[in-house]
């Protein structure tokens, strides 16, 4: 349905609210959709049954598609909050929602590094009895790229909070959103570099494999994250964040913590213990 603001409210409401639709949302499902076949695009990329051009023309599709109806989803709550219809019991259980899918996210990442544990601390005779396998593997100098990327994701976790701390002070200083947004957007250049500089593929056994998924997958949620914050730093440009009204980025620089610890853990698994 349309719901109309009070006019008299339109000092502290950006304008676009002043219209929108604000009834049963259809962008879950839109999410689930797309989502889904942005995973079965990289599965027939990865099983060679499309072409490269075909694999990234698709995924960048895919990816521009996702931002747009997180976009809109993201939109919609922050309407819904701000012309009142979520009560304080309500941010709360979205809050317990979206820990819960962080909780769910770091199970995830868990059953991935088990797969790494388990070929990696007793290595098979296939592999030669060690670990990395002796055929064919070129680890990453963990002092290099990685180590890079680790400073950048730790000094962007830095950036976030400190935008959270300035919507808690009554100001939106966006320029550290932005920052944050900046530094995600390198680190994900800085592994697509990585990746075009490995002397292994993820057909290259179980050691490709499990670097690949674990880095790969983790690469995602940079990418979904960056998104994220892209749409918190809009909102903190327009200046809609308030002390009472942040739920959002607060949920955002979750999210960027979770994935800054799931890859330092990635780095001192994966790139020093593993090699």
């Not at 940079?222 to 994220?228: C, I, K, P, Q």
């Amino acid at each position: 349905m349309k719901y109309k603001l009070n006019i008299n409210n339109s000092k502290v409401v950006p304008h676009r609210y002043l219209w929108a639709d604000v009834g049963s949302s259809p962008w879950p499902a839109c999410v689930s959709i797309v989502t889904v076949s942005l995973f079965v695009n990289m599965a027939f990329g990865f099983n060679r049954l499309v072409s490269k051009t075909e694999l990234g023309v698709g995924t960048l599709v895919l990816l521009i598609l996702l931002m747009l109806v997180c976009g809109a989803w993201w939109e919609s709550l922050s309407l819904e909050t701000l012309v009142g219809m979520n009560t304080v019991q309500e941010v709360n259980n979205m809050k317990l929602a979206f820990a819960l899918f962080i909780w769910s996210e770091i199970f995830f990442f868990v059953g991935l590094f088990w797969a790494f544990f388990h070929s990696a601390l007793v290595p098979s005779d296939e592999l030669g009895c060690m670990w990395p396998p002796i055929v064919g593997i070129m680890p990453m100098d963990p002092y290099a790229l990685p180590l890079l990327g680790v400073t950048i994701l730790v000094s962007s976790g830095y950036s976030a909070n400190w935008a959270v701390k300035t919507v808690k002070a009554g100001f939106n200083d966006w320029r550290s959103m932005g920052v944050t947004v900046g530094l995600g957007i390198l680190f994900s250049c800085l592994q697509l570099h990585e990746y075009k500089s490995a002397g292994f593929t993820m057909q290259d056994g179980i050691y490709g494999s499990c670097f690949y998924l674990i880095t790969g997958f983790h690469g995602l949620h940079v990418l979904a994250g960056t998104m994220f914050n892209i749409y918190c730093l809009k909102m903190m440009v327009y200046g809609s964040y308030s002390p009472s009204h942040m739920t959002s980025i607060q949920m955002s620089v979750w999210y960027w913590h979770f994935v800054d610890i799931v890859w330092v853990a990635a780095y001192l698994f994966i790139y020093i213990w593993g090699n």
